[in-house]
């Protein structure tokens, strides 16, 4: 693909999925600052992929995907300054409770709340939220994440429950 059709093709997808880009970022990254270098390393990526896309998947996914790779990577390399550790599925019940002062304080808002749990999720568990939550369906996911519909869906249906838990009313646990 020549310079001109690559510098179109990425103008194009950023206008389209710019907003995505952004919420993304910050599905993977709190820190303001690290956020916006996160977004910059996103579009300068997408960019690069335009050179050798050639329509092997919807441009949608394809975003996604370039997208998505470059968050984990920036999540993984982000690790050792990470003072929490992150959790699979499986462990997702050490996570704070609702009796955890920090995240009762009033201050944070909800879906802060819900950003923050996200946050500490294991990468693949992250990833799979965060497509959630920009209303992919299940195959659209699994055609990012290289994982099948079905395993899509158990594990969306796994991620809703274990983060709707600290929200429920207490006579509703158990």
């Known amino acids: ?31 303001p600052e690290l956020r916006r270098d996160l977004v910059q ?3 300068a990526a997408l960019w690069r992929s335009f050179a ?8 949608k996914s394809w975003v996604h995907r370039i ?7 920036h999540m993984m390399t982000g690790k050792r300054r990470r003072q929490l550790p992150l959790v699979g599925i499986e462990q997702i ?11 009762t304080t009033g201050e944070r808002s909800l879906s802060e709340r819900l950003l923050a749990t996200i946050h500490r999720l294991a990468p693949a568990d992250r990833q799979v939220m965060l497509l959630y939550l920009e209303d992919l369906t299940a195959a659209e996911i699994g055609e990012v994440t290289g994982l099948s519909a079905g395993a899509v869906a158990v594990r969306i249906h796994r991620l809703k429950a274990l983060l709707a838990e600290p929200y ?3 006579e509703k646990r158990a």
């Open 168 to 170: 429920r009313p207490e």
């Open 52 to 59: 050798i896309f050639e329509g092997q998947c919807a441009e």
């Open 67 to 73: 997208a998505h790779n470059v968050g984990v990577t």
């Open 93 to 103: 019940e050490e996570l704070p409770g609702a009796d955890d002062p920090e995240r």
């Open 41 to 43: 390393e996103i579009h």
């Open 1 to 31: 693909m020549n310079r001109v059709a690559q510098d179109t093709r990425y103008l194009a997808a950023a206008r389209t999925h710019g907003a995505m880009i952004e919420r993304l970022a910050r599905g993977y990254e709190a820190d």
